[in-house]
């Protein structure tokens, strides 16, 4: 079964910094996708980045890089310069093939930008 | 663009009754899915679909029903609610079902069963 972890119900960071949100994962697969999603308190889900088990690079998409260590089964959301429209849920999530590719999520982590 | 399109957003119903969740597409994806989330939760999978006329069981699907009789729509039915289900209706759609595929998600119904 594939399970992923998100070990910081809350964090805090000062706009204009930038914050680390963690995301571990479990899985037997060696095909496997990578997501994170951001729900903001308007309540939709909005995807963010996505990171293949194949990729030898870190994903990034503006503000947000992915931090893929594979061996430590780590795919945490780097969001750099951090604005208060950050302020949200952010939820790490994972497709395996022999899970039937379904999307396994995280609990997530309530992110607060301080002005 | 309309992507995924969820209808009604708000809904309360009493113990006992049932209700139709709408879902619709128009990115021509194969894959649709429905998820609930409750409160402080991450999401989990009720019922998934990977093309019109096939359906499977996710993670909780018990109290529910799904059909997918064309590509774009994909309603969740509830019988004979409960309080546990209680909880925001998300559906999503992918293209296809790889690892690789991104899920899109619609906005969101948000249940009370009293």
């Known amino acids: 079964a594939q399970k992923i972890t998100q070990t910081q119900p809350g964090m805090f960071v000062q706009e204009k910094e930038a914050v680390t949100l963690d995301c571990t994962y479990d899985?037997?697969?060696?095909?496997?996708?990578l997501f994170w999603y951001k729900q903001p308190s308007s309540g939709e889900m909005i995807f963010l980045i996505y990171q293949g088990s194949y990729d030898q690079q870190n994903a990034t998409e503006g503000r947000y890089s992915l931090n893929f260590q594979k061996a430590r089964k780590s795919a945490n959301l780097v969001i750099s310069a951090s604005q208060l429209g950050d302020s949200a849920m952010y939820f790490c999530a994972m497709r395996a093939l022999n899970a039937g590719n379904m999307l396994t999520f995280g609990g997530g982590t309530r992110l607060m930008v301080k002005p | 663009n309309a992507g995924v399109t969820q209808t009604p957003k708000f809904r309360i119903l009493k113990i006992g009754q049932s209700m139709t969740l709408q879902c619709t597409q128009d990115m021509n994806h194969n894959y649709m899915y429905w998820y609930r989330q409750d409160p402080g939760m991450g999401l989990k999978l009720i019922y998934y679909?990977?093309?019109?006329?096939?359906?499977d069981k996710g993670e909780v699907p018990n109290g529910y029903n799904v059909s997918r009789s064309t590509t774009e729509d994909f309603p969740l039915r509830l019988e004979l609610a409960a309080p546990s289900q209680t909880s925001v209706y998300f559906c999503a759609s992918s293209l296809q079902g790889e690892s690789t595929d991104t899920q899109y998600f619609g906005p969101g119904t948000r249940l009370t069963v009293l």
């Open positions: 899985t037997s697969d060696p095909s496997y996708g």
């Open positions: 679909s990977v093309g019109a006329g096939i359906t």
